[in-house]
Nanobody, 114 residues
């Protein structure tokens, strides 16, 4: 059974930083690409970042230079380090992966506000 569990969200002031984690189980984590998405209130879910099994990364233009995705295969965990946060980064952040089908975690709320 594939499970993805996000954590690390919270309330942060503009300009602050947060690190999100997504712990995976039920998959051979090291061979899977992992992605972060986010969904703001009233908006569609949007792509944030991707990391492949060999560590190649890709980012949405809106977060380039501010967010960094990484993975620790020994811990079956993917991270999203977020810096210089803006109010428009406020959203529920989800991780996903494809193992025959698309799996999503339950999400973690990030609120950027003063």
């Amino acid at each position: 059974q594939v499970q993805l569990v996000e954590s690390g969200g919270g309330l942060v002031q503009p300009g602050g930083s947060l690190r999100l984690s997504c712990a995976a189980s039920g998959i051979i984590f090291s061979i899977n690409a992992m992605r972060w998405y986010r969904q703001a209130p009233g908006k569609e879910r949007e792509f944030v970042a991707l990391i492949t099994s060999v560590g190649t990364t890709n980012y949405a233009d809106s977060v380039k230079g501010r967010f960094a995705i990484s993975r620790d295969n020994a811990k079956n965990t993917v991270y999203l380090q977020m810096a210089s946060l803006k109010p428009e980064d406020t959203a529920v952040y989800y991780c996903n992966t494809v193992v025959g089908q698309l799996y999503w975690g339950q999400g973690t709320q990030v609120t950027v506000s003063s």
